[in-house]
Nanobody, 121 residues
Framework: VQLVESAGGLAQPGGSLRLSCAAS????????MGWYRQAPGKQRELVAA????????NYADSVKGRFTISRDNAKNTMYLQMNSLKPEDTAVYYC???????????????WGQGTQVTVSS
């Protein structure tokens, strides 16, 4: 599985950006997907995750109500719509895709290359 993220970008506080993550290769094996982010000097944190069918999602408290994760399995693409952006959202964002049940200890987690999101006036 290969994951390619769209370019991030620069947004003003209160603005919006949308990230995408396109999967290729053995996409039939992908189950859960999601996004992490890492700000300078901080640990990588889970931002949002989505189940294989798209019906179950979860979010970090810091982004609830502002970010929306979605996926289009027909296009093998996942999205992260980011609204009401704050300077503290500035980070490198990484998408991931799991095969098997990675959380239970079997399967593989694949990562995108990371994309910079900067929120600044």
């Amino acid at each position: 599985v290969q994951l390619v993220e769209s370019a991030g970008g620069l947004a003003q506080p209160g603005g919006s950006l949308r990230l995408s993550c396109a999967a290729s290769g053995s996409t039939f094996s992908i189950n859960a997907m999601g996004w992490y982010r890492q700000a300078p000097g901080k640990q990588r944190e889970l931002v949002a995750a989505i189940a294989s069918g798209g019906g179950s999602t979860n979010y970090a408290d810091s982004v609830k109500g502002r970010f929306t994760i979605s996926r289009d399995n027909a296009k093998n693409t996942m999205y992260l719509q980011m609204n009401s952006l704050k300077p503290e959202d500035t980070a490198v964002y990484y998408c991931y895709a799991d095969t098997g049940d990675y959380g239970l200890g079997y399967g593989i987690r694949y990562w995108g290359q990371g994309t910079q999101v900067t929120v600044s006036s």
